[in-house]
């Protein structure tokens, strides 16, 4: 069975571009979390689907933004990138009615130049 | 909102001998308290999880502890092995709550052959 898939590995950018960033959840999941894990810090939440619902966001500006689709993959939108924003982001999905059992992707690794 | 800490944020054994990382948390309504591992260039893979109506549970050479009343939970890692080396992060949530979890800032473990 495969895993969390995350997509691009590697996103390079400059100030104030854009960034797009893709999960898709393991077969039968239908939520996604996405977090992001900045050098020497833990994980910090950033958003919550669930079945296409935004259901809880963490701390952070709204130019973190998101959707998920009818396949319950996803992706993460970064607008107006900021230097601060390079990280690693991480995907989890879990299944229906499984609370918090997450299970988390690779990866994408976001450099802000 | 919850806070989870961690400690030690680094941990150096000989192989064979036992680990122990602690984590402390602030919210009584969390429930569930997760453990992942991350290994350099992985995403955290869950390696055992405790609910808070249950004190203690054991994976082969895993183990974890909660003391709902102290609010900490601890993982112990017996007979450690080279492999054991990665970051540990625990993690603390509400089930059916928010679905978010927060996480500990990590503990980077060092099993010296």
């Known amino acids: 069975e495969a895993g969390v898939t995350q997509s691009p590995t590697h996103l390079i950018k400059t100030r104030g571009q854009q960034a797009t960033l893709r999960c898709s959840p393991i077969s039968g999941h239908t939520s996604v979390y996405w977090y992001q894990q900045a050098l020497g810090l833990g994980l910090q939440f950033l958003l919550w689907y669930d079945e296409g619902e935004e259901r809880n966001r963490g701390n952070f500006p709204p130019r973190f933004s998101g959707r998920q689709f009818p396949n319950y993959s996803s992706e993460l939108n970064v607008n107006a990138l900021e230097l601060e924003d390079s990280a690693l982001y991480l995907c989890a999905s879990s299944p229906p009615g499984w609370g918090n059992i997450q299970y988390f992707g690779a990866g994408t690794r976001l450099s802000v130049l | 909102g919850e806070n989870v800490e961690q400690h030690p944020s680094t941990l150096s054994v000989q192989e064979g001998d036992s680990a122990v990382i602690k984590c402390t948390y602030s919210d009584s309504a969390s429930n569930y308290f997760p453990w992942y591992k991350q290994e350099l260039g992985k995403g955290p893979q869950l390696i055992i999880d405790?609910?808070?109506?249950?004190g203690e549970k054991k994976d082969q050479r895993i183990a974890v502890t909660l003391n709902k009343t102290a609010k900490h939970f601890s993982l112990h890692i017996t007979e450690t092995q080279p492999e054991d080396s990665a970051v540990y992060f625990c993690a603390g949530g509400a089930e059916g709550g928010s679905e978010k979890l927060v996480f500990g800032k990590g503990t980077k473990l060092t099993v010296n052959p």
């Open positions: 405790i609910r808070s109506n249950v």
